[in-house]
């Protein structure tokens, strides 16, 4: 009558009262219980505890929606270091947002969506050997349009006074390198 008060799932209730009825089977074939009298008082406290656990079980599980643990920041990583990654994340997406859209396709299955060649392979309709080839060509003319941003965004910092060459990235973090 407890379990069922509290708990609205008929899978959760069968599980906690069958928790509740082993664990104190368990106490009784080992013959712990010293005061059979009070049988009826450790079995209620027994199916408290197991409820208890239940929930706070329950409540640590809490479904998310997808991407929402990408957004919890890494505790290896410092502050600095979270924003010069994002910053990256957004100046990708931004060049390959210039690419072709067979480039930006083929780039994005292959580095973001990591699936597998011959998948790709089947969804360009190419062999393994020509899929090399695009790749090659996708990552050079990645390459040129980050130049060309890197350029633009130098020419813009020297004008703007920020220091020549900084690219709003962390010192020491290397530029994007998508190689697969």
């Not at 008929?10 to 089977?25: G, I, K, S, W, Y």
């Not at 239940?54 to 979270?82: K, L, M, N, Q, Y």
Request: charged share 35%; net charge neutral; with cysteine.
């Amino acid at each position: 009558m407890k379990v069922g008060r509290r708990l609205h799932s008929a899978a959760a209730l069968e599980d906690v009262q069958q928790e509740t009825f082993t664990r104190v089977l368990w106490v009784l074939t080992e013959g712990r219980i010293q005061q059979p009298e009070r049988l009826g008082a450790f079995v209620h406290s027994v199916c408290s505890n197991v409820l208890r656990e239940h929930c706070r079980s329950a409540w640590r599980e809490i479904a998310t929606e997808d991407g929402f643990v990408d957004d919890i920041p890494d505790p290896a990583i410092g502050a600095c270091d979270a924003i010069a990654t994002r910053q990256m994340q957004e100046e990708v997406r931004e060049v390959l947002d210039e690419l072709s859209e067979k480039d930006r396709r083929l780039m994005k299955a292959l580095f973001l969506e990591e699936r597998d060649k011959d998948e790709v392979c089947r969804d360009f309709g190419v062999d393994r050997e020509h899929l090399r080839v695009l790749v090659h060509r996708a990552k050079q003319s990645f390459k040129s349009h980050y130049v060309q941003a890197t350029r633009k965004d130098q020419e813009r910092a020297s004008s703007a006074g920020r220091l020549p060459g900084s690219r709003r990235t962390h010192p020491g973090q290397p530029a994007p390198v998508l190689v697969h």
